[in-house]
């Protein structure tokens, strides 16, 4: 890797920690780079995943005060993250990419029409007495944390966005606090993935280090500037990244 390369990676990892923390998608800044450095594509991949943790854990620091009164909540939803996580790391590892990667656009696309059409939604439900009255959205909040947590420890690109659209359309709260939710549940995903392919698959280290330093100044930063948006902010924005997702995905 020649300096300009390392200088690369590290502004990749400063980017991609701080979009993930406002609202994910930030392997899609990280990974071209990688791949276009040379690196092999599972290898890109896991070492991406290792290089995001400390982006992760950063933002989740930055988002503290959202935390207060979510113990129950976090725990409930991290072991569905946990689980979902594993599996998807194991199936990175097990698997061809094109068995899974031909339904992350569609996927996205979901997830983008989920966060326009939430407020309206939801509110209809809880006025029904729905899935969205209740303060932890139930079993179904559950499987899809849990179905997220398996993209996100396959590939991980927007799994921020799909996170904050199922919990905008199952939980009845504020937005930020929704946020800093799905800062804490990205960060078991990529940790626990993280850790199984320190044991599995071939990672570069010092990709993975670039990014790391880069992604937990950007996480920080990103934090600083995520709570910063009022609500109507934040949405346009996940829309808006969600969007360059699915264009760059379906260009790859």
Same mark, same amino acid.
């Given at each position: @890797? ?8 590290? &502004?990749?990892?400063?980017? *991609? ?114 899935? &969205? ?33 199922? @919990?905008? @359309? ?22 626990? &993935? ?41 949405? *346009? ?7 360059? &997702? ?7």
């Amino acid at each position: @890797m020649t300096p300009w390369e390392g200088l690369a990676v590290f &502004a990749a990892g400063a980017g *991609a920690g701080t979009i993930n923390v406002i609202v994910g998608s930030g392997t899609l800044i990280t990974f071209p780079v990688l791949l276009a450095i040379g690196l092999p594509p599972v290898t890109a991949n896991v070492s991406n995943t290792l290089g995001l943790v400390p982006g992760s854990f950063s933002g989740v620091i930055g988002y503290r005060r959202e935390l207060a009164d979510q113990r129950g909540r976090l725990l409930r939803l991290g072991t569905a993250s946990l689980f979902g996580g594993l599996l998807g790391a194991v199936l990175l590892i097990k698997l061809p990419g094109s068995a899974f990667a031909a339904i992350v656009p569609a996927l996205i696309l979901l997830a983008l029409v989920l966060v326009v059409v939430q407020p309206r939604v939801a509110r209809a439900v809880a006025a029904r007495g729905g899935p &969205a009255a209740h303060p932890d959205g139930g079993w179904g909040l559950i499987a899809g944390v849990f179905a997220t947590g398996v993209y996100g420890g396959y590939f991980g690109a927007a799994q921020g966005v799909l996170l904050l659209a199922l @919990m905008g @359309m199952l939980l009845r709260d504020d937005l930020q606090r929704m946020n800093a939710v799905k800062n804490v549940l990205a960060l078991i995903v990529n940790a626990v &993935a993280a850790v199984f392919f320190m044991f599995t698959a071939h990672i570069d280290w010092l990709v993975a280090l670039l990014i790391a330093v880069g992604s937990a100044l950007g996480g920080l930063l990103g934090a600083k500037i995520g709570r910063r948006l009022p609500p109507s902010a934040l949405r *346009a924005l996940i829309v808006v990244v969600g969007l360059v &997702a699915v264009v760059k995905l379906l260009l790859a």
